[in-house]
């Protein structure tokens, strides 16, 4: 795309108000996304972004959004504006960009995501609102009940459209689009493009400005990667070796790991992970789908404000989370979805920053790391596994022990006195029995066969 990029957002004919906040939150320069995605935005066009997580596409939207909305007042019920987001940490982040860049003008908002009572909910939309922020199955359900029209949407979003994807609410943002009037504004943002995605951009964008600002699927240049490939001893010490590589990853990187996300693929093992480095005196805490809202929130806010070190997480936080200094990712597994792994590391190495990602992969990760690779399309450093040269030590201990104990076994053997042989023999009986004449009698049973006690020139004569 032959296109002039803008230097400074005081030459994208943002509102003033709009331009005091951004200058107040400390930012100059737009990014790539931003560049190419708000012209065409204010102009009322359709757009099409597609943009890796990090590069600050949430800003792309929001800011012309709140420009455009800044003219005209919300009526009761019917929301003027509708961004959909697939998690609600994605959502509480899209409104808090809202409260930043709003904050001179008077424009009302409402949150709808699960974990927060309907109740409050309703009573703000009653009222009515400028933006509605919205995960689909929330949303969905207010309009159910009778407490919500759509047909009143001037500007619509979408954001994160392959995660959308990836979680089944395709036919819900579907359904979605046909609740809105035909001539909205759609502003629709992924990180890839599915032909799914496709589909849907096809069905209802109308001649989309098309904005992309990086090879698709691609991981920042500013992130080190890293994987160690790691076997575990037996099946059973998998969990607790794989922990142990993964302190033994965070002690070498010492200071220079000021904070870092931990990405598990199951809920189970978030849990388990973040326990056992709280046990060994780490600063950790997990996050995941199954913990309520407030726990959530609360977490995020203390790794946003540095309280906490350690955010060990289940890929619901692998996307949109804006915690702009993350110095380190660690996939405590590797993704089964490569693309997954692009959003995983784009939590490090943002807004140019420099990160580290150091991935663990056991043998059956093996495919999935080598499908990663595939997609970015370079080769991922190995790295030497820090614990093996631990580990070395007491297995030589192992061997030299063994060693020694052998020839004191074999000793013991050749040793073994008849009394012990006898033992053997009697197994069978559990003691040993006596003949009719006090003498002992081995492993024969009650008694003595008399046949047995004639000599063999007794028994040739008989």
Do not use: W
Request: hydrophobic share 40%; net charge positive.
């Amino acid at each position: 795309m032959n296109r002039t990029y803008m230097t400074k957002f005081n030459e994208l004919n943002l509102n003033p108000k709009v331009l005091k906040a951004i200058e107040e939150a400390g930012y100059e320069t737009p990014t790539p996304i931003q560049e190419g995605a708000i012209p065409p935005a204010l102009e009322g066009r359709d757009v099409l972004g597609i943009a890796q997580t990090g590069t600050g596409k949430t800003a792309s939207f929001v800011l012309p959004m709140i420009t455009l909305l800044a003219r005209g007042r919300a009526r009761a019920r019917m929301p003027r504006s509708l961004v959909l987001c697939p998690t609600r940490e994605l959502a509480a982040q899209v409104a808090e960009n809202f409260d930043t860049y709003a904050k001179h003008l008077k424009l009302t908002k409402a949150l709808l995501i699960g974990g927060v009572s309907f109740k409050e909910q309703e009573a703000l939309i009653d009222r009515g609102v400028d933006v509605l922020i919205a995960t689909p199955g929330r949303l969905l359900d207010h309009f159910e009940r009778g407490k919500l029209l759509l047909t009143g949407v001037q500007i619509m979003v979408v954001d994160e459209a392959d995660r959308m994807l990836d979680m089944g609410f395709i036919p819900d943002i579907e359904r979605i689009f046909s609740l809105t009037p035909f001539t909205r504004q759609t502003l629709f943002f992924s990180a890839t493009m599915a032909p799914e995605i496709e589909r849907i951009t096809d069905t209802f964008l109308s001649a989309p400005a098309r904005v992309e600002v990086a090879r698709q699927a691609t991981a920042s240049e500013t992130i080190e990667q890293g994987v160690v490939m790691f076997k575990p001893s037996r099946r059973d010490r998998e969990g607790s070796e794989k922990r142990k590589v993964l302190r033994a990853l965070i002690d070498a990187e010492g200071d220079k790991c000021t904070n870092a996300i931990i990405f598990c693929n199951r809920k189970t093992d978030v849990d388990i992970c973040a326990k056992s480095l709280k046990k060994y005196g780490y600063n950790a805490a997990a996050i995941h789908g199954d913990l309520d809202q407030s726990q959530r929130m609360k977490t995020l806010d203390g790794f946003r404000d540095g309280s906490l070190r350690l955010l060990v997480a289940s890929d619901v936080a692998a996307r949109g989370l804006d915690i702009p200094s993350v110095s380190h990712v660690f996939n405590f597994d590797v993704p089964g979805h490569a693309e997954d792994y692009v959003h995983r590391i784009g939590r490090t190495g943002r807004a140019g920053r420099e990160g580290k990602a150091i991935t663990i992969c056991s043998p059956r990760d093996e495919k999935a790391l080598d499908a990663i690779e595939k997609l970015i399309q370079k080769e991922i450093p190995r790295l030497e596994n820090p614990v093996k040269g631990k580990k070395a030590e007491p297995k030589a201990k192992a061997e030299a022990k063994a060693e020694t104990a052998k020839p004191e076994k074999k000793k013991a053997k050749d040793q073994k006195p008849a009394e012990a042989r006898k033992a053997k023999d009697s197994k069978g009986r559990g003691r040993d029995r006596k003949a009719d004449n006090g003498q002992a009698v081995v492993g024969m049973g009650d008694h003595l066969p008399s046949f047995i006690a004639l000599s063999f020139d007794e028994r040739r004569a008989g």
